[in-house]
């Protein structure tokens, strides 16, 4: 490497949940847990196989242990139907004990994602894909919001990356990463641009990005000469090829052009999991809180604002 290249810093999402976890998370949770007396509990639903979905249990049981929170998988078969589960799933919106549900996608091709996303309690959808929380989330309001999509801004600002002005290129659509990165990113003032399957030449938009967000599930889509010098690099994708986790950049082909870029695995996958516990010990205080308006603004702000997020006492009485 000659000394005018740029040598890029990695993004390390498994530094940033390690201090999330030290200093927001764990002190938070203790502080109310003390108050309520109770643990919150997610509830997690699967239904058949997923290497990617195994992955994502497998790293948020191990971050989970560390936490005082309750956390219980509940395994359906492949052939569950989408009537038994949504009463599954309705008898969970009733239970008292559940704080937060996540159904994990994929699911099997005979049930619709959106019917299941929309039939969750608005107040225990920890990820905020339900009809009010979307509506919150594109109104730039704080709420329950996507966790990979916060986890994305939350590594962002973790590195002090400025954002607003800047041209942000997502590659990815989806419900549950590109539109909420987007959303999230305009809520901070950048300028930002959407790709999908049909942006052709695809190179000719991410050559253009401040901040590159790849979403895609597409091993190595994103390579070399596709962006330019010193842009940050945050990649979402996971992506298995002979049982290797891969994500949808390049990583050795852009580390030496980006000045930031986030490897898979250790990038996104851990910020999500923070994000996640984030969300439901969001919408645990929620519930517990009184319910005056001005206390649930709080708590919302409280958690949507990483720069102050580190104080433990705020909203508490
Ligand atoms: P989806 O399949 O729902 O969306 C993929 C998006 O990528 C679509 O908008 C699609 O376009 C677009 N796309 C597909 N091929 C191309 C291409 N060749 N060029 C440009 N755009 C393309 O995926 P998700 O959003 O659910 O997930 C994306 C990735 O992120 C996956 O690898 C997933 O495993 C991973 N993921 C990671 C998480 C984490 O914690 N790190 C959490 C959640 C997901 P179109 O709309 O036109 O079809």
Redesign the pocket.
């Known amino acids: 490497m000659s000394l005018n290249e740029v040598k890029s810093k990695k993004i390390d999402g498994r530094l940033f949940a390690q201090e999330y976890l030290d200093k927001v998370l764990k002190p938070r949770c203790e502080t109310f847990v003390d108050i309520y007396k109770k643990l919150p509990k997610l509830s997690t639903i699967l239904v058949g196989e997923s290497p990617?979905s195994e992955s994502?249990l497998k790293l948020k049981d191990k971050f989970f242990a560390k936490l005082c929170v309750e956390s219980e998988v509940f395994r359906l078969p492949e052939e569950t139907t989408e009537e038994e589960l949504l009463a599954f799933i309705d008898k969970q919106n009733h239970d008292n004990q559940i704080d937060g549900i996540l159904v994990q996608?994929?699911l099997p091709s005979h049930i619709n994602e959106d019917t299941i996303s929309e039939s969750i309690a608005p107040s225990k959808d920890v990820e905020g894909l339900s009809p009010g929380n979307v509506h919150a989330w594109a109104k730039a309001l704080p709420n329950l919001v996507?966790?990979?999509a916060l986890?994305v801004l939350a590594l962002l600002k973790f590195y002090k990356i400025p954002i607003e002005g800047k041209h942000a290129v997502i590659?990815?659509?989806?419900?549950?990463?590109?539109k909420p990165v987007t959303h999230l990113l305009l809520k901070e003032n950048a300028t930002v641009t959407v790709?999908?399957?049909?942006?052709?030449p695809?190179e000719e938009y991410t050559k253009q990005a401040d901040i590159l967000i790849?979403?895609?599930?597409?091993p190595h889509?994103i390579k070399k000469g596709m962006i330019k010098d010193g842009a940050i690099v945050v990649?979402?994708?996971?992506?298995f090829e002979n049982g290797k986790m891969l994500?949808?950049v390049d990583y050795d082909d852009l580390s030496e052009t980006a000045s930031y870029i986030s490897p898979?695995p250790g990038?996104?996958?851990p910020?999500?999991?923070c994000m996640l516990v984030s969300n439901l010990l969001l919408a645990f205080e929620l519930k517990h809180a009184k319910k005056s308006e001005e206390k649930l603004n709080c708590l919302r702000d409280y958690y949507a604002n990483y720069d102050t997020i580190g104080e433990t006492g705020f909203c508490i009485e």
């Open positions: 990617a994502y996608v994929p996507p966790a990979t986890g590659v990815g659509r989806s419900m549950i990463v590109g790709c999908h399957s049909r942006s052709k695809l790849a979403a895609v599930g597409r889509l990649d979402v994708g996971i992506n994500g949808d898979v990038g996104s996958g910020a999500t999991v």
